[in-house]
């Protein structure tokens, strides 16, 4: 058995012995950074096959994939709550978002922004 290997296998005992939100949220985290995306999708589907109907298994990918609907109010920092919310939308609702609220800036904030995307794309 490889060592990377091992260790993920240490890492998934620790978090089904822990077994909460936290220490799954942890196992996705060290996946996503010592798996190969070929791996971690093999992973995802033993993990939905091993469900005992396909009805479950639709469940769980219903609930990975679901969409975090429209954004909450802000409360102290607006930047930061929009970020969280953009980490759990889809891309079809980020771009819908990102251009509703782009038509919606008066010319001369849209034309900032703009010159803000220009410059993160040559600083890139």
Request: glycine share 4%.
């Amino acid at each position: 058995m490889k060592s990377e290997h091992k260790r993920m296998a240490r890492v998934i005992g620790y978090t089904l012995t822990l077994g909460d939100a936290d220490a799954w949220a942890g196992f996705t985290t060290v996946a996503r950074v010592r798996l190969t995306i070929e791996e971690r999708a093999a992973l995802a589907w033993a993990a939905l096959r091993a469900l005992d109907t396909p009805e479950q298994a639709e469940m769980v990918a219903d609930a990975v994939l679901a969409v975090a609907g429209y954004p909450l109010s802000t409360f102290l920092n607006p930047m930061e709550d929009a970020r969280w919310w953009a980490s759990f939308a889809s891309l079809k609702e980020r771009k819908a978002y990102a251009l509703a609220a782009y038509e919606a800036l008066p010319f001369r904030e849209q034309m900032a922004f703009r010159n803000h995307i220009s410059e993160v794309e040559i600083a890139a």
